[in-house]
């Protein structure tokens, strides 16, 4: 299994990026996907996820509104959109997959998540 994060790079606050997750060697739609970042000297921390089919989405409060989760499973990729950025954004974001099994799933534990990649990073100027 393989996922691969690209889009990140520095941005001016209140810029935008898009990131993109490709996947392979995984059954995709079978696949609860999220966006976890970590910035220096933090935890890891959840941004958002979105369901097998993009009908349920997730997001951390401080994102809401300004980031958006998207998927394509034909193509085995998930992005996100993000608007509005500032400088606490500042991260290595990665891309992770949760299979969804018949007990559910939990979107925002990083624990939950079988695969990862291997992250890129944006960052913010104020």
């Known amino acids: 299994v393989q996922l691969q994060a690209s889009g990140g790079g520095l941005v001016q606050a209140g810029g935008s990026l898009a990131l993109s997750c490709a996947a392979s060697?995984?059954?995709?739609?079978?696949?609860?996907m999220g966006w976890f970042r970590q910035a220096p000297g933090e935890e890891r921390e959840f941004v958002s996820a979105?369901?097998?089919?993009?009908?349920?989405?997730y997001y951390t409060d401080s994102v809401r509104g300004r980031f958006t989760i998207s998927r394509d499973n034909d193509k085995k990729m998930v992005y996100l959109q993000m608007n509005s950025l500032k400088p606490e954004d500042t991260a290595v974001f990665y891309c992770a997959a949760q299979v969804d099994s018949m007990s559910g799933y939990q979107p925002k534990s990083p624990r939950s998540y079988n695969y990862w990649g291997q992250g890129t990073l944006v960052t913010v100027s104020s």
């Open positions: 979105i369901s097998r089919n993009g009908g349920a989405t």
């Open positions: 060697g995984l059954t995709f739609n079978n696949y609860v």
